[in-house]
Nanobody, 128 residues
Framework: QVQLVESGGGLVQTGGSLTLSCTASAGLTFDSYAMAWFRQAPGKEREGIGCINLSGGLTYYTDSVKGRFAISRDNAKNMLYLKLNNLKPEDTAIYYC????????????????????WGQGTQVTVSS
């Protein structure tokens, strides 16, 4: 099972930016999976916010982050990224990366059951 570790969270003001990173354990084949970012705000369900296919050529986003967030990956470095721009207080959440059971982002990419491995999460707090 792929072990994932997120980093890069923090406290930022409204309108600010952050870049989150996710790495896979050494020795694992990071480039065998589509990857996704989820987030979970206090008292809310974990929601899928974006997915990137194995090659990195296709990305998908939930409407609330479209145009503000960008997913990218560097398979050679075993790294996944999420660039968060124009942050809003409602973006405050714990952000998780996840490795898919597939090499592509399926129509169900927003569903947790699509993913076989998760990181422990990194906190993003946006102050107003």
């Amino acid at each position: 099972q792929v072990q994932l570790v997120e980093s890069g969270g923090g406290l930022v003001q409204t309108g600010g930016s952050l870049t989150l990173s996710c790495t896979a354990s050494a020795g694992l084949t990071f480039d065998s999976y589509a990857m996704a970012w989820f987030r979970q705000a206090p008292g809310k369900e974990r929601e899928g916010i974006g997915c990137i296919n194995l090659s990195g050529g296709l990305t998908y986003y939930t409407d609330s982050v479209k145009g503000r967030f960008a997913i990218s990956r560097d398979n050679a470095k075993n790294m996944l990224y999420l660039k968060l721009n124009n942050l809003k207080p409602e973006d405050t959440a714990i952000y998780y990366c996840a490795a898919s059971r597939r090499i592509y982002c399926s129509a169900s990419w927003r569903q947790r059951y699509e993913y076989m491995s998760w990181g422990q999460g990194t906190q993003v707090t946006v102050s107003s």
